[in-house]
C-alpha cells in the first residue's frame, strides 16, 4: 500500500515550553510538526508550506490569537483551514463567540488532555486529507470531462441533425420520468395521509360507539319531558354527523365498508338530478349530458351519490356569478395513471364541469388532500374530494382532475367498465328482535372500556346479559374456564390478537359459536370467514339487535 503523504501542523504559541508540550502530545500523529514563537512567525510559516491544522495560543505579544485567526482566514488558501485555540486563561462566553466568528472551529482549555487533544486534530486531519483527495478527483473529473467534451463537439459536428432527435427523444423521457417521480411522491404522501387519517376515524368511531350506544340507552329511560328529549336528540344528530365524517375519513384512506354493486350509471344520475338541482340553488343550472346507455360499473351506489353531491356542490361554490354545472357520462379508452402497465382499457367516466374560477397549479397538486380546501373558514373540511378518492382507488378506478383559473374546473370519476354481474346477493332481512323476558349471553370482547360499557349496556337495555373481557386472551381464558355463552361479540384493532384472529381461534375450539366482529376497517369488512358476522361501527342499538336475531333465532334462548 502507497504510504500517504505527511501532513503540515502549525503550532503557534509564545512559550517555547508549551510548544514542546504539543510536540510531545501531537508526534504521534506521525505528521509534520511546524512551530511559530509569534504570530508574524506564523504568517511567514503559511506563506512557505501547506498547513492542514493551525493550534493557535489565544495570549500572545504583538498580536493575538484572534487577531491571527482573522489575518488567516483574510488568506484565500486557508479560508477553510481548521483553526484550533488553546488557552490557559479561562475564557468568557464572549470570548469564545469573538473566536468562533473570527474563524476558529474548536477550543481546547489548557491544561490540555493528551488524548483529546491528538482525536480533536486528527478528525481535522482526516477531513483536510479527504477535502484535499476530492479536489484532486475534481480536478482530474474536470478534466476528463473537458477532454470528453471536444471529443463529443467533434462528433457532434458530423452528426448533428441525428443528436437533434436524439434530445427531444430524451426530452420527451425526461418528462415522463418527472412525471412518474412526481405521481410516486404524491401516491407515497397519500398513502401516508392516508394511514394516519384511517388511525384517527377508528379513534372517533370507537368515541362516537360509546356516545351512541349510552344515548339510545338513556333516550328509552327519559320521561316526557320535551326539552330533555330535545336536548337528548340535538347531541344524537351531533354524534351521528361525527360518524359521516368519519366515513368521509375512512373513505380518503381507502378503509371504508363499500357496498358494492352493479350499477346503471345514466339511472343513477337521473334519479338524482331534482335532489342536485335543489342543492344548487336558483343561481346555478344543472346540465346533464348523458347517453341512452352505458357498460355496467360496480361500485356503493350511497357513496357514488355522495361523491357527485360533493362534486356539484363544489362546482356551485367554484362560481362567483350565475352558471351551469354539467354532469356528463361517456365511455371512453383510458389508461390509469397508477397502473403499471400504461395500457388503455375500457371505462365508464362521469364529469362534472364548471367554469368558476379554476385552479392554479399549486393548488390542483394539493386538491385531494384531506382537510386541505381553498373555502373560508366554516364553509368546508377540505374532506370532499379526498373522499370521492378514497372511493374511486376502492373501486378499482382513478380521479382526474382538470383545472386553468379562471377557465373552470373538470373532475372525472373513471370507473372500469363490468361485463358480467358480479353485484352481490342481498341479504334477508332480519326479524324483530324477541320479546319477553328470553335473553342471551353474550360475551363483548373491547379494549377501550368506554364502547365496551356502551356495549353492555345496549345488550342488558334489550334483555341479553354481557359479559366483558379486555382482550382476545382474556376472552380466551374466560371461556376455557367455562363460562357458557350464546354469542360472542369483538372489536377488531384490538393489541396482542385481533378480532379476526380471534374469531379463528374461537372456529378452530367452538364450531358452532357465533360470532361477531365490529369494526369501522374495510380491510376486516371484506374478509370472508366462515360464519362470521360484521358490524360497522358506530353502530346503532337496532343493527346490534337484528345481527343478534339473525345469527341466534334457531339458538334456545335462556330463561330468567
Known sequence: ?????????????????????????????????????????????????????????????????????????????????????????????????????????????????????????????????????????????????????????????????????????????????????????????????????????????????????????????????????????????????????????????????LKSERLDVVRLIL???EMLSRSLGPSCQLVTELPDSLPAIHTDPNQLELALLNLVLNARDAMATAGQVVIAAERQQAVDPQAATGQARPYVSISVVDRGLGMDEATLKRATEPFFTTKELGKGTGLGLSMVHGLMMQSGGFLKIASQPGEGTTVSLFFPEQQA?????????????????????????????????????????????????????????????????DCVISDHAMPGMTGLELAAELRRRWPDLPIIVATGYADALNHEGASISFLSKPYRQQALADLLVKLLAAKPAMRL
Open 1 to 257: 500500500m502507497e504510504a500517504r503523504e505527511k501532513l503540515n501542523i502549525l503550532l503557534v504559541d509564545d512559550q517555547p515550553a508549551k510548544l514542546l508540550s504539543y510536540e510531545s502530545v501531537l508526534e504521534e500523529l506521525g505528521q509534520n510538526l511546524i512551530k511559530a514563537n509569534s504570530a508574524r512567525d506564523a504568517l511567514e510559516m503559511l506563506i512557505r508550506h501547506q498547513i492542514a491544522v493551525i493550534l493557535i495560543d489565544v495570549c500572545m505579544p504583538e498580536l493575538d490569537g484572534f487577531e491571527l485567526a482573522r489575518m488567516i482566514r483574510e488568506h484565500p488558501r486557508y479560508q477553510t483551514t481548521a483553526i484550533i485555540f488553546v488557552s490557559a486563561v479561562q475564557v468568557t462566553d464572549l470570548d469564545l463567540m469573538r473566536g468562533y466568528e473570527e474563524g476558529a472551529v474548536d477550543y481546547v482549555p489548557v491544561p490540555v488532555a493528551p488524548s483529546l487533544l491528538r482525536a480533536k486534530v486528527r478528525v481535522f486531519l482526516d477531513l483536510f486529507r479527504k477535502t484535499h483527495e476530492l479536489e484532486q478527483f475534481n480536478a482530474a473529473l474536470e478534466a476528463r470531462v473537458a477532454e470528453r467534451t471536444l471529443q463529443l463537439a467533434d462528433a457532434n459536428a458530423a452528426l448533428e441533425h441525428q443528436n437533434g432527435e436524439l434530445e427531444r427523444r430524451v426530452e420527451e423521457r425526461t418528462r415522463a420520468h418527472e412525471a412518474s417521480l412526481s405521481a410516486m411522491h404524491q401516491m407515497q404522501k397519500l398513502e401516508s395521509l392516508g394511514q394516519l387519517t384511517g388511525g384517527i376515524a377508528h379513534d372517533f368511531n370507537n368515541l362516537l360507539m360509546a356516545i351512541l350506544g349510552h344515548l339510545e340507552v338513556l333516550e328509552k329511560r327519559l320521561g316526557e319531558d320535551q326539552r330533555s328529549r330535545s336536548l337528548l336528540e340535538g347531541a344524537v344528530r351531533a354524534a351521528e354527523h361525527g360518524a359521516n365524517l368519519t366515513k368521509r375519513m375512512l373513505a380518503f384512506a381507502r378503509r371504508q365498508e
Open 271 to 273: 334519479g338524482m338530478t
Open 421 to 485: 354481474d358480479t353485484g352481490p346477493a342481498v341479504a334477508p332481512a332480519a326479524t324483530s328482535p324477541p320479546t319477553g323476558v328470553a335473553m342471551y349471553k353474550v360475551l363483548v370482547v373491547e379494549d377501550d372500556e368506554l364502547v365496551s360499557d356502551a356495549v353492555a349496556a345496549m345488550l342488558e337495555d334489550l334483555g341479553h346479559a354481557a359479559f366483558c373481557a379486555k382482550s382476545a386472551s382474556d376472552a380466551l381464558s374466560l371461556l376455557t374456564a367455562g363460562l357458557a355463552i
